[in-house]
């Protein structure tokens, strides 16, 4: 199944996977197209609070990806205090069960962060799902369950990896947020990701957002390798 609509380069997330605050600074200061951006747990650890204040007095949006994983009451609170950020997107394992989506959903309804349940890492491969967790469902279809489970307690999307696109957005409502890391441009380097795909197919089959890190931040010249992004996209 093929997506047709207008790609918008407030789909793609631009992941400040870095250490510092003053780096992410200068990111963000040179890539100044770029209204969306990813915080995740390294630089929420070394910056704190202080990163997101940043971007969202720029008018930014921000994704913190904290992917919290804990007792109900534990990720409820925790949920609690970070919407009072007003960050835009907030990630909790869906693995974490049913009673801490729900009480995760709880705790932000009233705010304008909004919950996405992270399925399965796009770090996992098929074999290492099925021999290392010993997780019986193959990995499309486990990562269906979780994105079931996560819509059936109101959270508003899911983090997949783009190989389960096709499959979850057949599955489940047109406006169930699938965002999607594990994107890579034609170079060929991967990383740490196992289940990866390029841009254009990741849009097509149905992704809402993508992540975007390394093949841009780590780009020898970050704004042509995001021009080059949103070329590829728009013309697609």
Same mark, same amino acid.
């Given at each position: 199944?093929?997506?047709?609509?207008?790609?918008?380069?407030?789909?793609?997330?631009?992941?400040? +996977?870095?250490?510092?605050? +003053?780096?992410?600074?200068?990111?963000?200061?040179?890539?100044?197209?770029?209204?969306?951006?990813?915080?995740?747990?390294? $630089?929420?650890?070394?910056?704190?609070?202080?990163?997101?204040?940043?971007?969202?007095?720029?008018?930014?949006?921000?994704? $913190? +990806?904290?992917?919290?994983?804990?007792?109900?009451?534990?990720?409820?609170?925790?949920?609690?205090?970070?919407?009072?950020?007003?960050?835009?997107?907030?990630?909790?394992?869906?693995?974490?069960?049913?009673?801490?989506?729900?009480?995760?959903?709880?705790?932000?309804? !009233?705010?304008?962060?909004?919950?996405?349940?992270?399925?399965?890492?796009?770090?996992?491969?098929?074999?290492?799902?099925?021999?290392?967790?010993?997780? &019986?469902?193959?990995?499309?279809?486990?990562?269906?369950?979780?994105?079931?489970?996560?819509?059936?307690?109101?959270?508003?999307?899911?983090?997949?990896?783009?190989?389960?696109?096709?499959?979850?957005?057949?599955? *489940?409502? &047109? !406006?169930?947020?699938?965002?999607? &890391?594990?994107?890579?441009?034609?170079?060929?380097? !991967?990383?740490?990701?196992?289940?990866?795909? !390029?841009?254009?197919?990741? @849009?097509?089959?149905?992704?809402?957002? *993508?992540?975007?890190?390394?093949?841009?931040?780590?780009?020898? +010249?970050? @704004?042509?390798?995001?021009?080059?992004?949103?070329?590829?996209?728009?013309?697609?």
């Amino acid at each position: 199944m093929l997506i047709s609509k207008p790609f918008k380069k407030d789909q793609i997330i631009v992941a400040l +996977d870095v250490s510092s605050i +003053d780096r992410a600074i200068a990111l963000v200061e040179q890539l100044p197209e770029v209204t969306f951006w990813k915080v995740g747990l390294e $630089l929420f650890t070394s910056s704190g609070a202080d990163i997101i204040r940043y971007l969202k007095a720029r008018g930014k949006k921000v994704f $913190l +990806d904290l992917k919290l994983h804990d007792i109900p009451n534990t990720v409820a609170a925790t949920c609690k205090v970070l919407a009072n950020y007003d960050v835009d997107f907030l990630t909790v394992h869906a693995l974490g069960g049913r009673e801490m989506l729900k009480a995760a959903q709880v705790e932000i309804q !009233n705010s304008q962060t909004q919950l996405l349940a992270v399925t399965v890492l796009t770090s996992i491969s098929s074999s290492a799902l099925a021999t290392d967790l010993k997780i &019986p469902l193959e990995l499309t279809k486990y990562a269906l369950e979780l994105a079931l489970m996560a819509q059936d307690c109101g959270i508003s999307g899911s983090v997949c990896s783009p190989h389960e696109l096709e499959t979850l957005r057949s599955h *489940l409502e &047109p !406006n169930f947020y699938l965002v999607t &890391p594990g994107i890579r441009l034609a170079d060929g380097i !991967n990383y740490d990701q196992s289940r990866v795909m !390029n841009p254009q197919t990741a @849009i097509a089959l149905g992704a809402s957002y *993508l992540v975007i890190g390394r093949p841009i931040t780590a780009a020898a +010249d970050p @704004i042509a390798a995001w021009q080059q992004i949103c070329e590829g996209l728009l013309s697609s």
